[in-house]
Each structure stands twice: as C-alpha cells, then as structure tokens.
C-alpha cells in the first residue's frame, strides 16, 4: 500500500496520507478549509512497514481503505511533555 503524505501549513504537526496523490480535491471542503494547501513530504510504502512514528499503522490502513485518507492529528501538549521526559 503505497500513501502519500502531506503536511498542513495551517496545523503544526497534522499530517494527510493519502492513497491518490491527487485525491485532496475529492475530500471534504471543510477538512480542506482547516487543513489548507498541502505540502508533499514523502511517499511511504506502507506494506514495508509494521510501525509508523506516531500513528497506529493498522488504523491507518484501515482508514486508507475505508475512506481513502488518514488524517493525523497533531500529538496532545501532555503527551510532548511526557515523551520529553521519557528521554
């Protein structure tokens, strides 16, 4: 399962995967609205895979193929704080 993903300029840290590169025109207008003009960052190939950073990758798949996209939110401000001090 090859995903394109792309980064919102609006949003830090809310990412778009998306199977058709060209498939932001077909998603709804609010989410547009709120995600703005997206930005490529990289194509994963997401059968090479069984974990991503910070996204549950079977959710993921599974959005792919139930809606054609995943959005990743950006990590709650707790959860930042608790990593830092994980390190």
Do not use: C, W
């Not at 703005?36 to 960052?41: Q, T």
């Amino acid at each position: 399962m090859i995903v394109h993903v792309f980064r919102s300029p609006k949003k830090g840290e809310m990412y778009l995967y998306l199977l058709d590169k060209d498939g932001f025109a077909e998603l709804d207008e609010q989410l547009q609205r709120t995600f703005g003009e997206p930005e490529f960052v990289m194509v994963i190939n997401l059968t090479k895979r069984d974990k991503l950073a910070r996204a549950d990758i079977n959710k993921v798949k599974e959005e792919l193929t139930d809606k054609g996209f995943y959005l990743q939110m950006p990590p709650k401000p707790e959860l930042l704080v608790v990593n830092a001090n994980e390190n």
